[in-house]
C-alpha cells in the first residue's frame, strides 16, 4: 500500500474513532451519568460505545432525544471538527516527536525521517563529552538564578510604590518607563558592550544579570502595579489607624498578598536568560578572551553555535542538547499555565 | 522690596557655595548637609582630575624614559674612557661643559643628540659616482662636490630629476610616449605624449602596435663611473625581458641587450635616495626626511648606541619600548613642529588633566579630537641609533592610541546622567535658602533643622525606595538607550571607529534612508523601504494569523461537541510551553534543502505531482519561459523553504505558516480562558430567546472575547514588529543578502537586519538610525494603546 494511502487510512481510522468517543461521551450524558466518564469509557473501541448505550438511564430521556446525535448534519459535523483536531494536533506534534527522534538518532547529518530506525545514546554521550554543555548549563543557572533574585528584589519596593502613592514625578516616570519599552531591546546593545569593557565585565557571564534585571524592570514595575492596584486601599487605610508605617503595611500586607504575582514575575525572570541570544552572543564572545571561549557561553549561544554552520553534522547533538534544557521548561509550562497566562493579561488588560 | 532682596542674595550665596545661604539662615545642620553634596561633587571632579599632580603627554607613549642615574652612568663611563685614550667629541665635550652645573639631565643628552644626528645628517646633492667610490673605498663622506641646499642653490636649480621606475610605449620608429591623464582622477581620460617633443600627443588607439616598456629603477654604471643607467625591459604579454640600458644624462645613448659593451656595465646596489642628473653628472639626493631616508650615525650616536648594548647586555633592564620612546624623544628634539604637534594632540586640558565631570561634558560635545598615531618616524633613527645588536626585536613603530570616541560618549553620559542628580540637589539647595528667608521674614515661621528632616525623611518614603530602581534604570536602560540614541547622529561605523574617532554628522544618516537614486556606496535608502514593508506586512500578517487562528481553535475545542477538552488543550498548547528559540532553531532544520520535509514529501509522491505542474525541477529561467507566476516557484532540485532565492513571497508566506504554529497556542489559551469566564447566564438567556449557535457566538462570546483580547492585539503587533528570533533562527535574514542589499535579506525585518548591521558589518549609525524609526512606530502605538486604559486616566 503506498505511503500515502496508508496516512489517509490512519487519520481517517482516528476521525471515526474520536467522533464516535463524542458521541458515546453525549449518549451517556443524556441518560444522566458524567460526560467526562462517558467520553472514558467510549475510548474503548467498540466495547465503549455499546456500554455507553446499553447503560440503563438513570434520568428521564425524552423519546428520540438519543436520535439528535444521529442526524447527518450533527456527525457530519463532528466528523469535521475532529478532522480538524486530529490534523492540528499531528501538525503541532510532528515536529516536536522529530526533535525527540533526532535526539537518538544513528546518523552523522540532518535525520530525514521523523522517527529514526536505529536508536542510540550517542549524541548524549557527544553532548557532554564533546561540547561545553555543562559549563553552558552551569552559567546559564547561575544568571537564571541571580536575575531571579535581584530581579524580584529591585521591583517590589518601586511597583509598591507606584500602584499605592502619589508623589511628585509620578506620571513622569510612568510614562518614562513607557517611553523605554518601547525602544528595541538591543538599542543599547553597543553601549553595554563598551560599559562592560570598561568594567572589565565581557565574558563573565554573571554580569549579564546587571542588564537583566535593568531592563526587566519597566515591565515588571507595570505588570505588578496593575496587580497592587487591585488590592483594596481600605486594607491601607485600617492599617495606618492602627499605627502601622508605610514599612510595615507594605511588609506586613501587600507582601504576603502580592504573592502570585511576584511568583510569576521571578518565574518569567527564571526563564528569560534560558533563551536570549541577542545579549550574551554579544557580550560573552569578544574573541581576546584568554581562555576556551566557549567556557563563558550560555545555552542559547551554544546551541544555536551547533546548529549555526553549514554542515548539518552536528543537528543530533543539538537535539539532545535542545530536549534537555526544553523538558524542564516545557513541563514547568504546562504545570503553571492557568497561572502564566493570567500573568501575562493581568498586566495588559488592567495595566 | 529690600526684604526680596535678602531672599535673594541667599540664594545666590547657596548658588556660589552650596549651604552658604542656610548659614545666613542660621540652619547650620542644614547647611551642612547641602555643603557635603557640594563636597563630594568637587572632590569626584578633583579626585578624579590631574589638575594638581600634572600630566605630561609623554606618559601616553609605551615604555620608559631612561633616568638620572643611568645618564649619570653614561657620563662616567664616557669619562673613564676617554681618560683611556678614546679621541674625546669635542662638541659633546663642550656641550658638557656648559650644562653641567647642576647635573647632565636625561634631557639635555636627547637635546644634544639631536643636534648632533641632525648635523651630521644634513639635506645634500651628492655626485653618485663619487659617493659610490668613497662607499667602496670606505673614505670620508663630505666632499667639496656636494651640492648642499642654502649654498649651491643655483647649481641645484638646474638639476633635472629621474624617474628611474616608470611605463612608456615605443612605437617601431624608437620614439617613446608616456602616458597622462588629461582627465580627473574619478573621471580619466588618457593621452599618449612623446617623451621629447610634447606637442606631440596620441591617442589610445594609435599605440595598440607600440611596444610597452618597463623602467624596473635597476641602475647600472660602467667601469671607470662615468655613466649610468636604467635597464630597459619590454613587456609582452605580460612577460618581461631585458631590452636595453638607457644613459640618465642622454637617454637617445643606449646599449642594447645583446650589444658587447651590455657586458661591461655592473649593476649597482638600490639608492634608496632620490636620482637627479645635471649635464655632467648623476646625483643623488640625501635626505633623511625623504621617503625611506635615514640619519646616519655620528661618533657620538655610536658610542652612546654601543653604550646601550653593552649595558643592556649585562642589566637586561630594557625594553624595545623603552629605545624607541628614546628615539621618538630624540625625533622630537630634532623636530620641534612635529613635537609640537604631539604635545598639542595628546595633552588635551579636557581629556587628559580634567576630572570626571569636566571631561564628560568635553567628551560628549567634541568626542574626542585626537586620533591613534603611528610613530614611524623612530625608524628614521635606527641607523643613527642602534641598538639592533642587542638581539631583541627593534621596534620601527610607536603607536599612541589616540581617544576612543565610543568610550569618551559612554563615560560622558555616566557623567552627566551622575552630574543631573547633583543639578538637582542644588536646584533643591537654591530653591531651600529663598524659601526659608522667605517664610522668616515674611511669615515668621522657622522651622528647625530636626524637624525639617523628620518631615523629609517622611515625605521622602517613595523616593527613597526607588533610589535603587532608579539608579539601575538609569545606568543600564537609559544611559545605553541615550548611546544608542545619539551614534544615529555620528558616524559611528567599521572597525576603525570601534578604536577610534567618530563624529557628530547631523541628520545625514536620516537623510541617507531617503535617498533612493544613488549608486554609490551600499543602498540603505533603497533597502530599508522594502524591509520597512515587509516587517509592517509581517507584523500584520502574523499577529493576525495567530490571533484568529487561536480564537477559531478556542472555538473548536470549546464547541460542546468535544469531550475531554483537557487532552486536546493540553495537547495544542504544547508549541507555546516549549521554548521558542529551540522550536524555531527545529523549523529551520525541519525545513531545510535536505530536511525531514522534503524527504516525506518525496516519499509521498507529492514531488512528482509538482514536477508534473512544473513548480520543481526547474532552473528558474527554465520555469519563468513557463506560463505559472513566478509564486509558484519552488525551487529545482528540492522545494526550498527558507533559501529560495528567486521567489521570496514564498519563502515569506512559508515564514508567516510556521509562525502560525509558534503563535496560535497563546492566543488559544488565552481565549479559552476568557471563554470559560464568561457568563453563563448570557448564553441561558439567548436560549430563552431562541437564538442559535451561530447567533450566540456572533452576538455574545465573540463581541466579548474581543473587548477582553485586543489590547493584547496591539501588544502582539509591536512584539512581532520585533520579532528577531523567528527570522533571525530560521532563515537568517535569508535569502538573498549581501552587500547589494545592505546586508538584508529577503525575509530580513528590521529588527534582525539591524543585528546583522550591528554585530556583523558593524554599521552602528545606520542600525541606531532605525533603531529610532522603530522607537517611533512601537512607540506610538503603545502610547495609543496605553493612553486609552483606565489605569492612566486615574493616575
Not at chain 2, 488559544?668 to 464568561?678: E, K, N, R
Request: charged fraction near 15%; charge should be neutral; aromatic fraction near 18%.
Amino acid at each position: 500500500m503506498p505511503l500515502f494511502l496508508k496516512i489517509l487510512l490512519i487519520y481517517f481510522v482516528l476521525v471515526v474513532y474520536f467522533t464516535q468517543d463524542a458521541i458515546g461521551a453525549e449518549v451517556y450524558e443524556k441518560k444522566g451519568y458524567s460526560r467526562y466518564r462517558g467520553a472514558l469509557w467510549s475510548l474503548i473501541p467498540i466495547y465503549g460505545i455499546i456500554h455507553c448505550f446499553r447503560a440503563p438511564a438513570i434520568k428521564a430521556v425524552q423519546k428520540g432525544g438519543l436520535k439528535q446525535f444521529f442526524s447527518v448534519k450533527e456527525i457530519f459535523m463532528k466528523l469535521l471538527t475532529f478532522g480538524e483536531l486530529i490534523l492540528l494536533a499531528a501538525i503541532v506534534i510532528v515536529p516536536i516527536v522529530y526533535l525527540v527522534g533526532s535526539s537518538f538518532a544513528k546518523t552523522s547529518g540532518l535525520p530525514t525521517t521523523f522517527w529514526p530506525s536505529k536508536m542510540t545514546w550517542d549524541n548524549y554521550k557527544k553532548l557532554f563529552t564533546e561540547t561545553k554543555f555543562w559549563y553552558w548549563y552551569k552559567n546559564t543557572i547561575t544568571i537564571a538564578v541571580l536575575n531571579m533574585v535581584f530581579g524580584v528584589l529591585f521591583i517590589t519596593g518601586a511597583a509598591y510604590v507606584f500602584a499605592r502613592f502619589k508623589f511628585k514625578g509620578k506620571k513622569v516616570g510612568l510614562i518614562t518607563i513607557l517611553v523605554l519599552q518601547a525602544f528595541p531591546s538591543f538599542m543599547g546593545l553597543i553601549a553595554m558592550f563598551t560599559l562592560f569593557d570598561t568594567f572589565g565585565l565581557l565574558n563573565k557571564p554573571w554580569a549579564l544579570t546587571i542588564l537583566y534585571v535593568g531592563g526587566a524592570i519597566p515591565f515588571n514595575l507595570w505588570l505588578i502595579k496593575g496587580y497592587l492596584q487591585q488590592i483594596p486601599k481600605d486594607l491601607d487605610e485600617s492599617a495606618m489607624l492602627d499605627g502601622a508605617n508605610k514599612w510595615q503595611i507594605f511588609s506586613k500586607i501587600i507582601l504576603p498578598l502580592s504573592v502570585p504575582i511576584l511568583s510569576f514575575v521571578a518565574v518569567s525572570q527564571f526563564m528569560a536568560p534560558w533563551m536570549d541570544y541577542m545579549l550574551p552572543n554579544y557580550l560573552l564572545n569578544s574573541p581576546d578572551y584568554s581562555g576556551d571561549i566557549q567556557e563563558v557561553w550560555t545555552l542559547a549561544i551554544g546551541l544555536f553555535s551547533m546548529i549555526s554552520g553549514q554542515d548539518k553534522a552536528n543537528y543530533t547533538t543539538f537535539a539532545a542538547g535542545a530536549l534537555i534544557v526544553a523538558l524542564p521548561i516545557t513541563l514547568l509550562y504546562m504545570a503553571f499555565q492557568r497561572f502564566l497566562i493570567q500573568g501575562i493579561t493581568a498586566g495588559a488588560t488592567k495595566g | 522690596m529690600k526684604g526680596k532682596i535678602i531672599h535673594i542674595l541667599k540664594a545666590i550665596a547657596s548658588g556660589i557655595i552650596w549651604g552658604l545661604g542656610q548659614v545666613f539662615n542660621r540652619q547650620y545642620w542644614k547647611a551642612l548637609f547641602f555643603f557635603a553634596f557640594f563636597g563630594i561633587l568637587v572632590g569626584i571632579e578633583v579626585g578624579t582630575s590631574r589638575y594638581l599632580s600634572g600630566y605630561s603627554p609623554y606618559e601616553k607613549v609605551p615604555g620608559v624614559d631612561f633616568n638620572q642615574n643611568f645618564i649619570n652612568r653614561f657620563v662616567s663611563s664616557y669619562k673613564a674612557d676617554c681618560f683611556d685614550g678614546m679621541p674625546a667629541i669635542a662638541s659633546f665635550d663642550s656641550f658638557y661643559n656648559e650644562h653641567k652645573d647642576n647635573e647632565f639631565t636625561p634631557e639635555e643628552l636627547i637635546q644634544y643628540l639631536a643636534m648632533d644626528i641632525k648635523a651630521g645628517s644634513k639635506n645634500k646633492y651628492y655626485v653618485l659616482a663619487e659617493e659610490l667610490q668613497a662607499l667602496e673605498a670606505n673614505k670620508g663622506k663630505d666632499r667639496p662636490s656636494d651640492l648642499v641646499p642654502g649654498e649651491d642653490d643655483l647649481a641645484i636649480s638646474s638639476l633635472t630629476g629621474f624617474n628611474p621606475i616608470f611605463t612608456s610605449y615605443q612605437s617601431p620608429a624608437g620614439d617613446e610616449y608616456y602616458k597622462y591623464n588629461q582627465g580627473t582622477a574619478t573621471d580619466p581620460s588618457f593621452v599618449y605624449i612623446n617623451v621629447k617633443d610634447e606637442n606631440d600627443i596620441l591617442t589610445a588607439n594609435d599605440i595598440i602596435n607600440f611596444d610597452q616598456l618597463e623602467r624596473t629603477g635597476n641602475i647600472y654604471r660602467n667601469n671607470d663611473y662615468t655613466k649610468f643607467y636604467v635597464e630597459v625591459l619590454v613587456n609582452k604579454n605580460g612577460v618581461l625581458s631585458p631590452l636595453r640600458y638607457d644613459n640618465i644624462i642622454n637617454t637617445t645613448e643606449r646599449i642594447m641587450k645583446d650589444d658587447g659593451e651590455a657586458a661591461n656595465l655592473s649593476k649597482i646596489a638600490k639608492v634608496s635616495d632620490a636620482l637627479f642628473y645635471s649635464e655632467t653628472s648623476v646625483y643623488g639626493f640625501f635626505n633623511p626626511e625623504g621617503r625611506g631616508g635615514k640619519y646616519r650615525s655620528t661618533v657620538f650616536s655610536k658610542y652612546l648606541s654601543q653604550y646601550f648594548v653593552d649595558f643592556q647586555k649585562v642589566y637586561k633592564t630594557n625594553t624595545p619600548e623603552d629605545f624607541a620612546k628614546f628615539k621618538l624623544r630624540v625625533y622630537f628634539e630634532m623636530n620641534p613642529e612635529v613635537k609640537q604637534n604631539f604635545e598639542k594632540t595628546y595633552d588635551n586640558f579636557f581629556n587628559d588633566r580634567a576630572g570626571f565631570f569636566l571631561k564628560g561634558i568635553w567628551s560628549i560635545i567634541t568626542l574626542g579630537t585626537a586620533p591613534k598615531n603611528d610613530y614611524y618616524q623612530i625608524d628614521k633613527l635606527s641607523k643613527a641609533i642602534d641598538v639592533a645588536d642587542i638581539g631583541d626585536s627593534v621596534l620601527t613603530n610607536l603607536p599612541i592610541q589616540g581617544h576612543i570616541s565610543s568610550y569618551l560618549l559612554i563615560r560622558g553620559l555616566i557623567s552627566t546622567l551622575l552630574l543631573l542628580y547633583f543639578v538637582i540637589i542644588y536646584l533643591w539647595n537654591i530653591h531651600d535658602a529663598y524659601k526659608t528667608s522667605y517664610e522668616y521674614a515674611n511669615n515668621h515661621v522657622f522651622v528647625k533643622d530636626r524637624e525639617y528632616f523628620k518631615k523629609m525623611y517622611e515625605s521622602s518614603f517613595e523616593y527613597i525606595v526607588l533610589m535603587p530602581a532608579l539608579f539601575v534604570l538609569t545606568f543600564i536602560s537609559i544611559m545605553p538607550i541615550l548611546f544608542g540614541f545619539l551614534i544615529a547622529f555620528t558616524s559611528y561605523n567599521g572597525n576603525s571607529a570601534d578604536v577610534g574617532l567618530f563624529d557628530w554628522v547631523g541628520f545625514k544618516n536620516f537623510v541617507l534612508i531617503f535617498n533612493f537614486g544613488s549608486n554609490v556606496g551600499i543602498p540603505f535608502g533603497r533597502i530599508f523601504w522594502r524591509v520597512f514593508l515587509w516587517t509592517v506586512i509581517w507584523a500584520i500578517f502574523s499577529t493576525a494569523t495567530c490571533f484568529f487562528g487561536g480564537f477559531f481553535q478556542a472555538v473548536i475545542i470549546n464547541s460542546e461537541r468535544v469531550p475531554l477538552k483537557k487532552f486536546w488543550r493540553t495537547l495544542l498548547i504544547l508549541p507555546w510551553a516549549v521554548p521558542a528559540i529551540i522550536s524555531q532553531m527545529v523549523f529551520a532544520n525541519f525545513f531545510n534543502e535536505s530536511g525531514v520535509v522534503n524527504a516525506f514529501l518525496q516519499r509521498l509522491g507529492v514531488y512528482d505531482i509538482l514536477k508534473n505542474w512544473g513548480m520543481l525541477g526547474q532552473t528558474i529561467d527554465e520555469f519563468l519561459t513557463g506560463s505559472l507566476p513566478k509564486i509558484f516557484y519552488l525551487g529545482n532540485e528540492n522545494i526550498q523553504w527558507f533559501t529560495n532565492p528567486h521567489n521570496p513571497w514564498f519563502v515569506r508566506i512559508v515564514l508567516i505558516l510556521v509562525n502560525i504554529w509558534l503563535g496560535f497556542p497563546y492566543f488559544m489559551a488565552l481565549m479559552t480562558g476568557i471563554m470559560v469566564g464568561i457568563d453563563r447566564t448570557l448564553y441561558e438567556a439567548a436560549d430563552i430567546d431562541g437564538a442559535n449557535r451561530s447567533q450566540k457566538f456572533k452576538l455574545i462570546t465573540f463581541p466579548l472575547v474581543m473587548y477582553s483580547a485586543a489590547p493584547l492585539l496591539v501588544m502582539t503587533f509591536s512584539g512581532n514588529f520585533n520579532n528577531f528570533g523567528v527570522i533571525y533562527f530560521i532563515t537568517q535574514g535569508g535569502a538573498n543578502n549581501g552587500y547589494n542589499t545592505a546586508f538584508a535579506g529577503d525575509t530580513d525585518i528590521l529588527i534582525s537586519w539591524m543585528y546583522t548591521l550591528t554585530v556583523n558589518e558593524k554599521y552602528y549609525n545606520m542600525a541606531s538610525v532605525f533603531s529610532i524609526l522603530i522607537f517611533l512606530i512601537v512607540g506610538s502605538i503603545a502610547a495609543w494603546n496605553y493612553s486609552r486604559t483606565r489605569a492612566f486616566k486615574e493616575d
